[in-house]
């Protein structure tokens, strides 16, 4: 019957409702340690490489998400819990590979600005060192990306994540647009209110990102 569960407008948004809710919550579940460490520190420029830090466990709970929501675009009869945890075990290490090396720009950087006045740097260093920074953490997310849907060796996914920087500006200006929004919702807002909202976000980044992502499937796989 029409509207009944499982069947029809109704039962398809009330399913949908669901795995999205289920995502969110073990994404928040898996980036517990960022978002509990980020809800303790000060926000003052000081505080970056710590945040930077902190920011550790999210690479991986991003990569799982990310692995659940694409799983779900093929077949929408996945189980969401499940998807997440196969996701998370298989990509978690390889998320970590190039999603440390992102923070650890962001660190270095934010370490500079915080003591800015001091080592005397100006303010067009400190727009570059910004620009740096943006750039390492677009880049993380491309790497997240295809280190969780592919099977290349992190040197590769390095390598094709700085490769789509500049081959797909736009793809790219996406994600630096997502990352403004989360930055504005966790600063207006809080880290929770951010974490309430983190499948939906996921699942923007991907869509985001298809477009990278179908490319390095038709250019650097075989079928």
């Known amino acids: 019957m029409p509207g009944a569960?499982?069947?029809?407008?109704?039962?398809?948004?009330?399913?949908?409702?669901?795995?999205?809710?289920?995502?969110?919550?073990?994404?928040?579940?898996?980036?517990?340690?960022?978002?509990?460490?980020?809800?303790?520190?000060?926000?003052?420029?000081?505080?970056?490489?710590l945040a930077a830090l902190a920011a550790l466990?999210?690479?991986?709970?991003?990569?799982?998400?990310l692995y659940a929501v694409r799983a779900r675009e093929s077949d929408d009869e996945v189980a969401p819990a499940r998807?997440?945890?196969?996701?998370?075990?298989?990509?978690?290490?390889?998320?970590?590979?190039?999603?440390?090396?992102?923070l650890g720009v962001l660190a270095v950087v934010g370490v500079v600005l915080a003591n800015a006045s001091a080592a005397g740097v100006g303010p067009t260093y400190a727009?570059?060192?910004?620009?740096?920074?943006?750039?390492?953490?677009?880049?993380?997310?491309?790497?997240?990306?295809?280190?969780?849907?592919f099977s290349f060796r992190t040197r590769d996914v390095a390598r094709l994540a700085a490769h789509y920087l500049g081959r797909m500006p736009l793809v790219s200006l996406g994600v630096v647009s997502l990352l403004v929004a989360a930055a504005g919702v966790a600063w207006f807002a809080t880290d929770g209110v951010l974490a309430l909202v983190g499948g939906v976000w996921v699942w923007c980044w991907y869509r985001n990102d298809r477009r990278m992502l179908d490319d390095v499937r038709a250019r650097f796989t075989t079928v």
């Open 83 to 102: 998807t997440f945890v196969r996701g998370y075990r298989r990509g978690a290490l390889d998320a970590l590979r190039v999603w440390a090396p992102a």
């Open 127 to 149: 727009a570059v060192l910004v620009v740096i920074a943006v750039l390492a953490l677009v880049w993380g997310l491309h790497a997240v990306a295809i280190a969780t849907l």
């Open 57 to 65: 466990p999210l690479g991986p709970a991003l990569s799982a998400a």
């Open 5 to 49: 569960l499982g069947q029809g407008t109704l039962g398809r948004a009330t399913a949908l409702v669901y795995w999205y809710v289920v995502v969110t919550a073990l994404l928040a579940l898996a980036a517990l340690p960022t978002l509990a460490l980020l809800l303790l520190l000060d926000r003052t420029a000081s505080n970056v490489p």
